[in-house]
C-alpha cells in the first residue's frame, strides 16, 4: 500500500473510530442505561450525567492502564522471580545479586554524577544564554542556533559528537576536531573515549548540549516575565548589572529554574542513547540505563534487568511527583 493512501486510512480510522465510540456510547447511555422516559426521567438523566465523563475518560484511561500501568507491575513481578526457574517466585534475590555486581555500582556511581553536572550546566548555559540574547538585536537568531541541538535526536548528536572525539593514529591527519586542536598545541593524540574518568564528562558535553537550547527557551520567557519596574528601581538605586541579574532576575524566576533543573534531571536519570552509541558502557561508563539493557537483552536476565528498571523507577518517581505538585500549586 502506498504509504500516502495508508496515512489516509489511518487517520480516516481513527479519527472515525473516536467519532464512532463517542456517539454509540452516548447512545447506549441515554437509550439503553438511562434513558430519559418513564417516571424517573430527572434521576436517569442525572445518573447518565455523571457516568458521561467517565465515557470519554476510558479510552485514554485504558490506554494509560495498558500502556503505563501494567509494564509497571509487569516489570515489578518479573524483577521478583527467576525465568531460568520457570519464573518461579525467589522475592529480593535479583535485587541481591544485582547490588553484589561491580557494575551496577558503578552505572549508580556515574549516573550521580551525571545528575550533579549535567542539570547544574544545562540551565545554567541555559540562563546565561536566555540572558545574553534577551536584549540584542540579532537574539532570535542567536537563540535559534543554541536550540538547534533539540532538533537532533540523542543518537544522532552522539555520532556528531563521536567525530569530534575521533582519534587516528599519530603521523596521520586528525579528523576529530579535539583531537586536532590538541596536536596542533603539540600534544599527542588520544583516545579520548576510553580515558577515565573524564570520558564521562566527555559524554555528559552531548546532552548538555542538547538540553541547553531547551532551558534557555523557558528561562528566556521567564525572564521577559519580569516587571519592568523592579529592573528600573534596582538601576536608579545605583545596581550594576551583575547584582541586577543575581539579585533582582534571578530570585524572581527561582520557581521556573527549579522546574527546568528537575525537568532536565529527568532526562539524566533514564540517559541511555548517547552512552550506547558513543562507548557501549565500556571504559567505566556504564550508566542505569545502559546495564538494564545489557541485563535484559544480551544477557537476557530478566529478573535482574527489571529490578533495575524498578531502580530507575524509583529515583525518578519523587522528582515526578515532586514537579506535578509544583504545577499544580502555581495554577491554584
Known sequence: MHP?????????????GCVGYFWGANQILDKLIFPARGAHIARNISRANMVRPWLFLFPALFALGLYLAYPVVATLWLSLTDRDQGGAFVGLANYRQ???????????????????????ASTGFGLLAAQLTDRIRWGNLAKSLVFMPMAISFVGASVIWKLVY??????????????????????DPQTWLTITPWNNFLLMVVLIWIQTGFAMVILSAALRGIPEETVEAAIVDG???????????????????????TTITLVVLKVFDIVLAMTNGQWETQVLANYMYDKMFRAFDWGVGSAAAMVIMILVLPILIWNVLNARKEMR
Open 4 to 16: 500516502a493512501l495508508q496515512a489516509v486510512l489511518t487517520i480516516v480510522i481513527g479519527v472515525g
Open 98 to 120: 544485582m547490588m553484589g555486581e561491580p557494575k551496577f555500582w558503578e552505572a549508580m556511581r556515574n549516573n550521580m554524577l551525571w545528575l550533579i553536572v549535567v542539570p547544574a
Open 166 to 187: 575521533d582519534f587516528r593514529p599519530e603521523g596521520q591527519d586528525q579528523i576529530g576536531v579535539l583531537n586536532a586542536i590538541w596536536v596542533a598545541l603539540g600534544g
Open 239 to 261: 545596581a550594576n548589572p551583575f547584582q541586577i541579574f543575581f539579585r533582582i532576575k534571578v530570585p524572581q524566576i527561582m520557581p521556573t529554574i527549579v522546574v527546568v533543573w
